[in-house]
């Protein structure tokens, strides 16, 4: 079993940065691709940003620019770095984690930016 914990969610004013953090724990054999998913209210869960482990990676158009994906495979840890937030960026931000060809989901932080 592998478990996710993550940080950094909080309240922040529109244009606003915060760096969320997904740290990777248990059976851990193999690491493929590491990612950040976020649900909206009433809305569906949507990949954010992915990053494989050789470094390629994947953007939501609406936060291409503006958000940051990396990851520390040392530590099994991935990061977010979100700058220039937007109240459309309000949701719970899940980490996503493929280990072993097995998806793995943390339990989610939310993120509020205000208007």
């Known amino acids: 079993q592998v478990q996710l914990v993550e940080s950094g969610g909080g309240l922040v004013q529109a244009g606003g940065s915060l760096r969320l953090s997904c740290a990777a724990s248990?059976?851990?054999?193999?690491?493929?691709?590491m990612g950040w998913y976020r649900q909206a209210p009433g809305k569906q869960r949507e990949l954010v940003a992915a990053?494989?482990?050789?470094?390629?990676?994947n953007y939501k158009d609406s936060v291409k620019g503006r958000f940051t994906i990396s990851r520390d495979n040392a530590k099994n840890t991935v990061y977010l770095q979100m700058n220039s937030l937007k109240p459309e960026d309000t949701g719970v931000y899940y980490c996503h984690v493929v280990a072993s060809r097995v998806d793995y989901w943390g339990k989610g932080t939310l993120v509020t930016v205000s208007s």
């Open positions: 248990g059976s851990i054999f193999s690491i493929n691709a």
């Open positions: 990053i494989t482990s050789g470094g390629s990676t």
